[in-house]
C-alpha cells in the first residue's frame, strides 16, 4: 500500500524535528516539510533547516517565500490602525503565523496531499491558528498535531528523538525564539511567572549603542518609505534597516500579558523596534492630519481588527472591509517624522507635513484665534451646554 502523504509546517525546532520522526516512523506516512518565510530567516539558516528536514527523513522539503505578501496584506494594515494588542504588542507571532498556516495549507492541496500537521502544544493560541486556516483552506485534509495529541512534554519529546539517533543540544534553548520581519518573541521560564522578568542575556539582540541618535522617517500615504536621506521601493526593507539601527539600543523590548483564544492569561517578551517606532511615529503624524472622527473610528475598527487576526480570524471577509477603511484614511497620511533613540527609549520629536491641521492660519492654541471671534466661541458654547443646563436643572428640582 502507498504511504498516505502530509505536509508537515516545519520550522527546524524540537517539535516538528519530533514530528517528522513520529509522523515518517511510528505512523509510516510519507512527510513533505514546508518553511513558510515571514522575514524571519537568513539564506544561511534557510538552507541549515532544509538539511535538518532531509536528515531527518523527509521525502521533500520547501521554502515558500511569504514576506512581500506577509507586508503588503497584513502589516501594512497594522502600521495604518496603529495596532498594538492590549496598548503594548504589535503581534509579531500572531500575524505571521496565520500566513505560515495558509501557505502550508496552500501548499498541501498543490501536491496532493490528504493530512496536514503543526507542531503546536495544547496550551496556547498557534494551535487554533493553525487549525482554522487547514480547515479553511483544506477542509478536506486530516489535520494532525502529534505535540497535542500525545500531550508530550519538551523533555519526553527530547527522549524520544534520542532514542531515534538524532543527536542535537536541545537542552542549550533555555529560551523559546521566534524571529520574523515584525519582531521577535522570547519565551522562557520568567514568563511562565506573573512577577519575573526576562533577563538580560534572553534578550536577541543586546545593547551596544549609548549615544542617542536623531533619525527622520518618511511615510507616503501612511507608509514608510525613507529613513533620513535614503528612500525604499520596498517597505520591507525600510522595516529591517529601522530594525539594523533601533535593534542596538535595546528599543522595543517589553512582555504582553494577554488573553489567550482558549481563554487563559499568557505572557510573551518580545523585542520589537521597527514596530513600536513605526507605530508611535505614524500615530502621531495622524494626529496632526486626521480630523478628530477619522482618530476616533479609526481606533475602535483597529483594535477590532487587531483582535481579530490575533484569534485566527484574518480570512473572514469583515477584515476586508476593515482594510479599505483604514488605507482609506491614509491620503493625507505623508509628511516627516523625527524621532530621537537613546538606549531602551525613544522619542518622537516632532513631525512636518503639508497636511498639518495645526496651521498657524488658523490661529495657535491657547494664544491666538485667527478664524473666529471671543463672541462666537460664547455663542457656540451656549448652544453646546443646553441640554445638560436643562437636565441638571430638571434633576435638582
Known amino acids: ?210 549615544e542617542p541618535e536623531t533619525i527622520t522617517l518618511t511615510f507616503i500615504h501612511g507608509e514608510i518609505k525613507g529613513i533620513d536621506t535614503e528612500m525604499f521601493a520596498n517597505p520591507v526593507d525600510a522595516i529591517r534597516r529601522l530594525t539594523e539601527l533601533a535593534g542596538p539600543f535595546g528599543i522595543g523590548r517589553d512582555i504582553h500579558v494577554g488573553d489567550t483564544i482558549i481563554g487563559i492569561k499568557g505572557r510573551v517578551g518580545f523585542e520589537a523596534p521597527a514596530p513600536l517606532i513605526l507605530i508611535k511615529a505614524h500615530h502621531t503624524l495622524e494626529k496632526h492630519v486626521l480630523t478628530k472622527w477619522q482618530l476616533y473610528w479609526k481606533e475602535q475598527l483597529a483594535n477590532w481588527y487587531g483582535t481579530m487576526l490575533h484569534e485566527g480570524q484574518f480570512m473572514d471577509p469583515v477584515m476586508r472591509n476593515i482594510e479599505t477603511f483604514l488605507a482609506d484614511t491614509q491620503g493625507h497620511v505623508s509628511g516627516k517624522v523625527h524621532v530621537q533613540l537613546a538606549p531602551h527609549r525613544f522619542t518622537v520629536l516632532g513631525i512636518e507635513s503639508e497636511y498639518d491641521l495645526m496651521s498657524a492660519t488658523f490661529g495657535s492654541y491657547g494664544e491666538m484665534n485667527n478664524a473666529w471671534t471671543g463672541d462666537d466661541v460664547r455663542g457656540f458654547s451656549k448652544v453646546a451646554s443646553n441640554q445638560v443646563m436643562i437636565y441638571e436643572k430638571i434633576s435638582n428640582q
Open 1 to 210: 500500500m502507498s504511504q498516505q502523504k502530509v505536509v508537515l509546517a516545519f520550522s527546524g525546532g524540537l517539535d516538528t524535528s519530533f514530528c517528522v520522526k513520529y509522523l515518517s516512523e511510528d505512523r509510516q506516512m510519507e512527510v513533505h516539510s514546508v518553511l513558510v518565510d515571514t522575514g524571519g530567516f537568513s539564506d544561511a539558516e534557510l538552507q541549515a533547516i532544509e538539511e535538518r528536514a532531509y536528515s531527518l527523513g523527509v521525502k521533500s522539503h520547501a521554502t515558500i517565500s511569504k514576506t512581500d505578501d506577509y507586508y503588503q496584506q497584513c502589516l501594512k494594515f497594522l502600521v495604518f490602525g496603529n495596532v498594538l494588542k492590549n496598548n503594548t504588542y504589535p503581534l509579531c507571532v500572531s500575524a505571521e503565523r496565520i500566513f505560515q498556516a495558509i501557505a502550508a495549507a496552500e501548499y498541501a492541496r498543490q501536491i496532493g496531499a490528504t493530512a496536514i500537521a503543526h507542531g503546536s502544544t495544547g496550551a496556547g493560541n498557534d494551535q487554533v491558528r493553525f487549525d482554522m486556516a487547514f480547515r479553511i483552506i483544506a477542509p478536506e485534509a486530516e489535520i494532525i498535531t502529534p505535540i497535542r495529541d500525545l500531550r508530550l512534554s519538551r523533555e519526553a519529546e527530547i527522549e524520544y528523538l534520542k532514542n531515534k539517533g538524532v543527536e542535537q543540544e536541545w537542552h542549550k534553548a533555555a529560551y523559546s525564539i521566534n524571529k520574523g520581519l515584525w519582531g521577535t518573541s522570547v519565551g522562557g521560564k520568567e514568563t511562565l511567572t506573573s512577577d519575573q522578568y526576562l533577563p538580560e542575556s534572553a534578550w536577541p539582540t543586546q545593547v551596544s549603542k549609548v
